[in-house]
């Protein structure tokens, strides 16, 4: 009876507080449902990409291969530096959000407003190199062509280096074509963007420089791309249907589709979260400076949002992990 009674007695102090479970505001709560909510979000979407990269995973690309580029050092390869920079910056934000939210604990406003802008500079560096990483994925580096049969292949010299398309292709004379209904103008506005070189002006190129190689998609059980002999090179060119020039939902220069759709749905879902947060606390920021918590006393409001972005930054080292480093 006695033992019952001190059960009862230790839950109803744990539980106390009436609509506050243990003693956590109606805020911090719908916040902790909403992070918890959006948790399982990314974990389906993180799964699905991890299922698929199984798969795929003789063809999947390779980051150290795809993301080499480091601002204001064109033509130098850089594999993982930016991004490794980009995961700094916003694990600091990090450091700099705790600070604001202890500096609200001991109702110091100047601080809660340093720390706090420091964490919005950190947001906005991470999203604007996010949207860089993204143009220069985009744009493409070397370019490569797609067969018929939808296979990627990649140039290569005899020591296994990548060749640009623009090193090796040579613009053969325009031959005029008869324009037909289905070939007008406003069909060729509404297709795809018209690559720089065409298949014969590649097939013409690779000709002409007997150095050059095709690499394969394919993975090696050493994890490096196949690389075929000239005489394979030749033949797998001549069944090219397409120019491949950087990458979007339809082709992908670096390797397998689906790395680019799982990059540009993953990478912007988690941007646009980084974004808002920065909109909320560039909001939280101004209040802090009109003195709006100072006057109640309170700074939960900072401690609320400390949480989300706590969980952004979070969600971006699973990323980071799945996308750059596995």
């Keep these: 009876m006695e033992a019952t009674v001190t059960t009862a007695n230790n839950e109803e102090k744990t539980w106390g507080g009436g609509n506050e479970p243990l003693g956590a505001s109606y805020g911090k709560m719908m916040m902790w449902f909403f992070i918890v909510s959006d948790a399982l979000t990314f974990s389906g979407f993180l799964a699905a990409y991890g299922f698929s990269r199984f798969k795929f995973i003789e063809t999947w690309p390779l980051a150290d291969e795809v993301f080499t580029h480091f601002p204001f050092m064109h033509g130098v390869s850089a594999?993982?530096?930016?991004?490794?920079?980009?995961?700094?910056?916003?694990?600091?934000?990090?450091?700099?959000?705790?600070?604001?939210?202890?500096?609200?604990?001991?109702?110091?406003?100047?601080?809660?407003?340093?720390?706090?802008?420091?964490?919005?500079?950190?947001?906005?560096?991470?999203?604007?190199?996010?949207a860089w990483e993204w143009k220069n994925f985009i744009k493409g580096e070397y370019g490569a062509v797609e067969t018929v049969g939808g296979s990627l292949l990649q140039f290569v010299d005899k020591d296994g280096k990548r060749v640009a398309l623009e090193e090796f292709a040579v613009k053969l004379p325009e031959q005029p074509e008869a324009l037909t209904r289905a070939k007008g103008k406003w069909f060729m506005e509404s297709a795809e963007t018209v690559p720089t070189y065409s298949v014969a002006e590649i097939?013409?190129?690779?000709?002409?420089?007997?150095?050059?190689?095709?690499?394969?998609?394919?993975?090696?059980?050493?994890?490096?791309?196949?690389?075929?002999?000239?005489?394979?090179?030749?033949?797998?060119?001549?069944?090219?249907?397409?120019?491949?020039?950087?990458?979007?939902?339809?082709?992908?220069?670096?390797?397998?589709?689906?790395?680019?759709?799982?990059?540009?749905?993953?990478?912007?879902?988690?941007?646009?979260?980084?974004?808002?947060?920065?909109?909320?606390?560039?909001?939280?920021?101004?209040?802090?400076?009109l003195g709006t918590y100072e006057k109640r006393r309170s700074y939960e409001m900072v401690e609320k949002v400390g949480l989300y972005w706590h969980f952004v930054d979070l969600v971006w080292v699973f990323v980071f992990t799945v996308f750059y480093l596995v």
């Design 79 to 130: 594999p993982m530096y930016y991004v490794a920079l980009m995961t700094f910056i916003l694990i600091f934000s990090s450091v700099t959000m705790v600070l604001a939210v202890d500096a609200g604990h001991q109702l110091k406003k100047t601080k809660v407003a340093i720390y706090m802008f420091l964490t919005i500079i950190g947001g906005f560096i991470f999203v604007g190199s996010q």
């Design 203 to 289: 097939q013409a190129g690779f000709k002409a420089h007997p150095d050059l190689l095709i690499r394969t998609e394919t993975l090696t059980e050493k994890k490096k791309k196949t690389i075929l002999s000239r005489a394979d090179s030749e033949t797998r060119l001549s069944t090219a249907k397409y120019v491949v020039e950087g990458a979007n939902l339809t082709r992908n220069e670096y390797g397998s589709k689906l790395f680019a759709d799982f990059f540009f749905f993953i990478t912007g879902f988690h941007g646009f979260h980084v974004f808002s947060g920065v909109i909320i606390n560039i909001i939280i920021f101004f209040n802090v400076l």
